[in-house]
Protein backbone atom coordinates (compact mmCIF):
# COMPACT_ATOMS: atom_id res chain seq x y z
CA UNK A 1 0.00 0.00 0.00
CA UNK A 2 1.73 3.00 -1.33
CA UNK A 3 1.38 5.73 1.87
CA UNK A 4 0.57 9.23 1.82
CA UNK A 5 3.12 11.42 3.29
CA UNK A 6 2.30 15.02 5.33
CA UNK A 7 4.40 17.97 4.46
CA UNK A 8 6.90 17.31 7.13
CA UNK A 9 7.83 13.59 6.02
CA UNK A 10 6.19 11.95 8.30
CA UNK A 11 3.31 9.16 7.64
CA UNK A 12 -0.29 11.29 7.04
CA UNK A 13 -2.66 10.34 9.39
CA UNK A 14 -5.31 8.60 7.11
CA UNK A 15 -2.06 6.81 5.24
CA UNK A 16 -1.91 5.40 9.15
CA UNK A 17 -5.33 4.31 10.07
CA UNK A 18 -5.10 1.98 6.28
CA UNK A 19 -2.28 0.76 7.73
CA UNK A 20 -3.39 -0.13 11.24
CA UNK A 21 -6.87 -1.43 9.95
CA UNK A 22 -5.64 -2.82 7.01
CA UNK A 23 -7.66 -6.09 7.80
CA UNK A 24 -11.02 -4.05 8.00
CA UNK A 25 -10.28 -1.92 5.21
CA UNK A 26 -9.51 -5.02 2.63
CA UNK A 27 -12.69 -6.64 3.86
CA UNK A 28 -14.38 -3.47 2.82
CA UNK A 29 -12.67 -2.89 -0.79
CA UNK A 30 -11.92 -6.64 -1.42
CA UNK A 31 -15.68 -8.21 -0.18
CA UNK A 32 -16.93 -11.21 -2.14
CA UNK A 33 -19.35 -9.02 -3.32
CA UNK A 34 -16.44 -7.56 -5.36
CA UNK A 35 -14.41 -9.82 -6.20
CA UNK A 36 -17.50 -12.08 -7.71
CA UNK A 37 -17.92 -9.12 -10.17
CA UNK A 38 -14.60 -8.95 -10.65
CA UNK A 39 -14.16 -12.78 -12.22
CA UNK A 40 -17.63 -12.64 -13.53
CA UNK A 41 -19.33 -15.32 -10.89
CA UNK A 42 -21.62 -12.73 -9.41
CA UNK A 43 -25.56 -13.50 -8.78
CA UNK A 44 -27.37 -11.11 -11.04
CA UNK A 45 -29.85 -11.21 -8.72
CA UNK A 46 -27.42 -9.66 -6.04
CA UNK A 47 -26.65 -7.12 -8.22
CA UNK A 48 -29.88 -5.68 -8.07
CA UNK A 49 -29.94 -6.05 -4.62
CA UNK A 50 -26.97 -3.56 -4.50
CA UNK A 51 -28.75 -1.46 -7.11
CA UNK A 52 -31.72 -0.86 -5.19
CA UNK A 53 -30.26 -0.30 -1.87
CA UNK A 54 -27.68 1.80 -2.61
CA UNK A 55 -30.32 4.15 -4.98
CA UNK A 56 -31.75 4.94 -1.48
CA UNK A 57 -28.38 4.98 0.41
CA UNK A 58 -27.60 7.90 -2.19
CA UNK A 59 -30.71 9.85 -1.49
CA UNK A 60 -29.90 10.12 2.23
CA UNK A 61 -26.32 10.78 1.24
CA UNK A 62 -27.25 13.96 -0.49
CA UNK A 63 -27.81 15.69 3.22
CA UNK A 64 -25.03 14.34 4.63
CA UNK A 65 -22.37 15.87 1.80
CA UNK A 66 -24.74 18.96 2.46
CA UNK A 67 -24.06 19.15 6.08
CA UNK A 68 -20.26 18.16 5.45
CA UNK A 69 -20.28 21.59 2.98
CA UNK A 70 -22.41 23.70 5.78
CA UNK A 71 -18.90 22.28 8.39
CA UNK A 72 -16.95 23.21 6.09
CA UNK A 73 -18.13 26.80 5.72
CA UNK A 74 -18.13 27.58 9.28
CA UNK A 75 -15.29 25.78 10.96
CA UNK A 76 -12.84 25.25 6.97
CA UNK A 77 -9.39 27.21 7.40
CA UNK A 78 -9.15 26.74 3.33
CA UNK A 79 -12.20 28.31 0.62
CA UNK A 80 -11.19 25.69 -1.75
CA UNK A 81 -12.55 22.82 0.55
CA UNK A 82 -16.12 24.12 -0.35
CA UNK A 83 -15.36 24.01 -3.91
CA UNK A 84 -13.85 20.27 -3.51
CA UNK A 85 -17.42 19.33 -1.74
CA UNK A 86 -19.67 20.69 -4.15
CA UNK A 87 -18.14 19.03 -6.59
CA UNK A 88 -19.26 16.56 -4.44
CA UNK A 89 -22.71 17.79 -4.37
CA UNK A 90 -22.98 18.47 -8.18
CA UNK A 91 -22.20 14.85 -9.35
CA UNK A 92 -24.75 13.73 -6.68
CA UNK A 93 -27.84 14.70 -9.05
CA UNK A 94 -26.36 13.00 -12.02
CA UNK A 95 -25.82 9.75 -10.18
CA UNK A 96 -29.19 9.42 -8.69
CA UNK A 97 -30.07 9.89 -12.46
CA UNK A 98 -28.09 7.05 -13.35
CA UNK A 99 -29.17 4.72 -10.93
CA UNK A 100 -32.87 5.49 -12.27
CA UNK A 101 -32.03 4.80 -15.41
CA UNK A 102 -30.01 1.66 -14.53
CA UNK A 103 -32.66 0.27 -12.31
CA UNK A 104 -35.19 0.62 -15.50
CA UNK A 105 -32.64 -1.37 -17.67
CA UNK A 106 -32.56 -4.68 -14.83
CA UNK A 107 -36.54 -4.10 -14.33
CA UNK A 108 -35.91 -2.49 -10.74
CA UNK A 109 -38.84 -1.06 -9.27
CA UNK A 110 -37.39 1.27 -7.11
CA UNK A 111 -40.84 3.01 -6.00
CA UNK A 112 -41.72 -0.73 -4.42
CA UNK A 113 -38.30 -0.95 -2.69
CA UNK A 114 -38.24 -0.86 1.56
CA UNK A 115 -34.27 -0.44 2.86
CA UNK A 116 -33.00 -3.34 4.62
CA UNK A 117 -31.41 -3.20 7.91
CA UNK A 118 -27.86 -2.66 6.92
CA UNK A 119 -29.30 0.15 4.85
CA UNK A 120 -31.26 1.69 7.61
CA UNK A 121 -28.10 1.71 10.30
CA UNK A 122 -25.64 3.35 7.36
CA UNK A 123 -28.55 5.88 6.78
CA UNK A 124 -29.02 6.57 10.69
CA UNK A 125 -25.21 7.19 10.72
CA UNK A 126 -25.05 9.77 7.66
CA UNK A 127 -28.04 11.42 9.55
CA UNK A 128 -26.01 11.82 12.71
CA UNK A 129 -23.44 14.26 10.55
CA UNK A 130 -26.01 16.80 11.13
CA UNK A 131 -25.11 16.84 14.58
CA UNK A 132 -24.14 20.39 15.06
CA UNK A 133 -21.83 18.80 17.66
CA UNK A 134 -20.21 16.64 15.14
CA UNK A 135 -16.59 18.63 13.94
CA UNK A 136 -15.63 19.57 10.33
CA UNK A 137 -12.51 17.11 10.71
CA UNK A 138 -15.12 14.02 11.76
CA UNK A 139 -17.36 14.48 8.78
CA UNK A 140 -14.45 15.51 5.84
CA UNK A 141 -12.92 12.36 7.26
CA UNK A 142 -16.23 9.89 7.05
CA UNK A 143 -17.01 11.74 3.36
CA UNK A 144 -13.56 10.58 2.56
CA UNK A 145 -13.83 6.81 3.87
CA UNK A 146 -17.42 6.25 1.88
CA UNK A 147 -16.17 7.56 -1.29
CA UNK A 148 -12.43 5.90 -1.30
CA UNK A 149 -14.06 2.61 -0.36
CA UNK A 150 -16.35 2.63 -3.45
CA UNK A 151 -12.90 3.45 -5.35
CA UNK A 152 -10.82 0.89 -4.54
CA UNK A 153 -13.51 -1.65 -4.70
CA UNK A 154 -14.87 -0.92 -8.20
CA UNK A 155 -11.57 -0.02 -9.53
CA UNK A 156 -10.47 -3.68 -9.33
CA UNK A 157 -13.72 -4.55 -11.46
CA UNK A 158 -11.93 -2.36 -14.49
CA UNK A 159 -7.99 -3.79 -14.12
CA UNK A 160 -7.21 -5.58 -17.70
CA UNK A 161 -7.49 -8.86 -16.22
CA UNK A 162 -10.71 -8.95 -14.83
CA UNK A 163 -13.30 -10.55 -16.10
CA UNK A 164 -16.12 -8.18 -15.21
CA UNK A 165 -19.81 -8.74 -17.02
CA UNK A 166 -19.96 -6.73 -19.73
CA UNK A 167 -22.98 -5.67 -18.25
CA UNK A 168 -21.66 -4.72 -15.10
CA UNK A 169 -18.77 -2.73 -16.65
CA UNK A 170 -20.74 0.85 -16.74
CA UNK A 171 -21.33 0.66 -12.84
CA UNK A 172 -17.28 -0.13 -12.22
CA UNK A 173 -16.37 2.45 -14.08
CA UNK A 174 -18.63 4.92 -12.88
CA UNK A 175 -16.83 4.51 -9.81
CA UNK A 176 -13.53 3.08 -10.37
CA UNK A 177 -12.10 5.87 -13.00
CA UNK A 178 -9.11 7.16 -12.21
CA UNK A 179 -11.28 11.21 -12.17
CA UNK A 180 -12.91 9.64 -9.12
CA UNK A 181 -9.83 8.33 -7.50
CA UNK A 182 -8.52 11.67 -7.91
CA UNK A 183 -11.19 13.36 -6.34
CA UNK A 184 -10.71 10.97 -3.39
CA UNK A 185 -7.66 12.12 -2.99
CA UNK A 186 -8.53 15.63 -2.51
CA UNK A 187 -10.79 14.61 -0.13
CA UNK A 188 -7.69 13.25 1.19
CA UNK A 189 -5.61 15.98 1.56
CA UNK A 190 -8.30 17.80 2.94
CA UNK A 191 -8.95 15.34 6.05
CA UNK A 192 -5.40 15.04 6.73
CA UNK A 193 -4.73 18.44 6.67
CA UNK A 194 -7.34 19.07 9.41
CA UNK A 195 -6.25 16.62 11.20
CA UNK A 196 -2.94 17.14 11.73
CA UNK A 197 -4.08 20.49 13.01
CA UNK A 198 -7.11 18.92 15.39
CA UNK A 199 -6.78 18.21 18.93
CA UNK A 200 -6.38 14.96 20.03
CA UNK A 201 -9.64 13.92 20.63
CA UNK A 202 -11.18 14.78 17.24
CA UNK A 203 -8.33 12.76 15.39
CA UNK A 204 -9.77 9.99 18.07
CA UNK A 205 -13.13 10.83 17.05
CA UNK A 206 -12.69 10.71 13.33
CA UNK A 207 -10.53 7.33 13.41
CA UNK A 208 -13.47 6.11 15.41
CA UNK A 209 -15.47 7.02 12.31
CA UNK A 210 -13.22 5.77 10.10
CA UNK A 211 -13.28 2.34 11.72
CA UNK A 212 -17.43 2.65 11.86
CA UNK A 213 -17.61 3.17 7.97
CA UNK A 214 -15.55 0.25 7.31
CA UNK A 215 -17.76 -1.44 9.12
CA UNK A 216 -21.22 -0.24 7.66
CA UNK A 217 -19.89 -0.66 3.99
CA UNK A 218 -19.30 -4.43 5.32
CA UNK A 219 -22.22 -5.13 6.07
CA UNK A 220 -23.63 -3.01 3.21
CA UNK A 221 -21.50 -5.68 1.05
CA UNK A 222 -22.73 -8.56 3.37
CA UNK A 223 -26.32 -7.17 2.40
CA UNK A 224 -26.54 -7.17 -0.74
CA UNK A 225 -24.60 -10.65 -1.33
CA UNK A 226 -27.23 -12.05 0.76
CA UNK A 227 -30.21 -13.91 -0.25
CA UNK A 228 -32.48 -11.99 1.88
Not at 27 to 46: E, K, M, N, Q
Not at 78 to 85: G, L
Amino acid sequence: MEEERSGGGATAPTATWLIKHFSSYSRATRHPFILGICDGTVDFSSFKRWLAQDYIFVREFVPFVANVLLKACKQSDDISDMETILGGIASLSDEISWFKNEASKWDVHLANVAPLKENIEYCRFLQSFGSPEIDYTVAITAFWAIETVYQNSFSLCIQSDSKTPVELMETCQRWGNAGFEQYCKSLQKIADRRLEKAPSNIVEEAQEVFVRVLEHEINFWNMSSSGC
